[in-house]
């Protein structure tokens, strides 16, 4: 895939993502764009990684299981019980045969923009991030401060946010993805003078 279509890109999402969802997509892919120029990451594969990252997130949890099983795709205990976190999983994978898309850089993005992952390269960090902070985003605590901190230090703010997710799991009794968890702990103790330990 030389340029991405992005006509092309806009009519599936609108033709597969409910409106809240599709709205949600373009504002990652302009949270994304702007971060990029900010940390000097490639603009396109930003946009085409927020375009892509819920393409399937409105597919039924059946389908979800349905795909993995005919493309063997693996899904773990976690991902069995709750069919939805698959989304990203098969997102990566349709962004490959629906889109053609091929730079591995997008494709891990798509893949790890849920659950984040150790040593994430700057694109998925900023994939990750602007899936937190993008505009139509509300009920999240700390999100001005998150926003500011996004455009000032990325993996500050990376870490705050998955501090602020592994929180909210918990405060809902809803287990965490362990590759989440395992990111934190990467992280937290890569910038441990943030000191945003989990009390």
């Given at each position: ?10 009519k ?13 997509t373009l ?18 594969n930003?946009?085409l990684a927020?375009?892509l ?16 099983e ?10 069995f ?6 989304h990203?999983?098969?997102?990566s ?13 997008v494709?891990n ?12 390269s ?7 991030v602007a ?6 985003r ?21 870490l ?8 909210h799991?918990?405060?809902i ?11 934190y ?6 910038f ?8």
């Amino acid at each position: 895939m030389d340029q991405p279509n992005f006509r092309k890109i806009h009519k599936r999402l609108r033709n597969n993502l409910d409106y809240p969802r599709y709205e949600h997509t373009l504002g990652v892919a302009y949270t994304a764009s702007a971060l990029a120029m900010r940390y000097g990451a490639d603009v396109q594969n930003a946009i085409l990684a927020g375009l892509l990252h819920d393409y399937a997130k409105c597919i039924s949890n059946q389908k979800k299981m349905d795909i993995c099983e005919k493309y063997k795709i693996t899904v773990s205990e976690i991902e069995f019980k709750n069919p939805y976190l698959l989304h990203a999983k098969i997102g990566s994978f349709l962004a490959m045969k629906k889109f053609g898309v091929r730079d591995k850089d997008v494709i891990n993005a798509i893949l790890n923009h849920t659950t984040g992952r150790p040593n994430m390269s700057l694109l998925e960090k900023i994939l990750y991030v602007a899936d937190y902070i993008e505009p139509h985003r509300k009920k999240v605590p700390d999100l001005a401060e998150i926003r500011q901190l996004a455009f000032e230090d990325i993996d500050h703010a990376l870490l705050y946010i998955l501090k602020n997710t592994l929180v909210h799991l918990n405060s809902i009794e809803l287990e965490p993805d362990p590759i989440t968890e395992i990111t934190y702990e990467y992280y937290n103790d890569k910038f441990s003078e943030y000191d945003l330990k989990i009390i």
